[in-house]
């Protein structure tokens, strides 16, 4: 092994990460993007803790709507980007 080089250890995502991660990809699909809207429920196996920072960080986002529903689910809606030339 090369002098200086050192393995480095993979790292466990955090849950928030996690939960990001699957929110990110629900709000990557083809309907959802066609419809500017998608709405997400916290899973079973998901902190709490989490969730509710998630949803605090993306009440911060600009230009992104989250609506709670009665059921516990949110609905986020954004507007179409313009596109950059």
């Given amino acids: 092994m090369a002098k200086g080089k050192q ?3 993979a790292r466990t995502p ?3 990460e996690l939960l990001g991660g ?5 709000i990557a699909t083809p309907l959802a993007q066609l419809a500017r ?4 429920r916290r899973q079973d196996d998901e902190a ?4 509710d920072q998630l949803i605090d960080d993306l009440r911060s986002t600009e230009g992104l ?4 529903g009665d059921d ?3 609905t ?3 507007e179409a980007q313009a596109e950059a030339w």
Wanted: net charge positive.
């Fill in 7 to 9: 393995k480095q250890a």
């Fill in 37 to 40: 809207a998608v709405t997400i």
């Fill in 22 to 26: 699957r929110i990110q990809r629900l």
């Fill in 14 to 16: 955090s849950g928030y």
């Fill in 65 to 68: 709507d989250v609506s709670e």
């Fill in 72 to 74: 516990g689910s949110v």
């Fill in 48 to 51: 709490q803790s989490d969730w």
């Fill in 76 to 78: 986020l809606r954004w």
